[in-house]
């Protein structure tokens, strides 16, 4: 089975810094894009941040400038930087993995619990 753990949430004042953290473990065989999503009260899920295996990088007009995502495919890790945080960037962050395992052939996606980031003063 595969799992992603998130991690680096917190409580943070506007204009303020967090990193978050995906860890994929298990039976992987290789994973392909990475991507962070969030969801604030009241919202529907929406897309933050995506890379690609080789690295290549997407964000939509909201973060760009702000969030840079990153990852260690050595460790099966992706990472979300995230400045100048604003308090509409409360929401709880979920990370999401296409991956394909040694066990089944097809790529399938995977979530991960999510991190709950709260930027206010």
């Known amino acids: 089975q595969v799992q992603l753990v998130e991690s680096g949430g917190g409580l943070v004042q506007p204009g303020g810094s967090l990193r978050l953290s995906c860890a994929a473990s298990?039976?992987?065989?290789?994973?392909?894009?990475m991507a962070w999503y969030r969801q604030g009260p009241g919202k529907e899920r929406e897309l933050v941040a995506v890379?690609?295996?080789?690295?290549?990088?997407n964000y939509p007009d909201s973060v760009k400038g702000r969030f840079t995502i990153s990852r260690d495919n050595a460790k099966n890790t992706g990472y979300l930087q995230m400045n100048s945080l604003k308090p509409e960037d409360t929401a709880v962050y979920y990370c999401?993995?296409?991956?394909?395992?040694?066990?089944?052939?097809?790529?399938?996606?995977?979530w991960g619990q999510g991190t709950q980031v709260t930027v206010s003063s």
């Open positions: 999401n993995a296409d991956i394909k395992t040694w066990v089944a052939g097809a790529v399938r996606g995977y």
């Open positions: 298990g039976s992987i065989f290789s994973i392909n894009a």
């Open positions: 890379i690609g295996r080789g690295g290549s990088t």
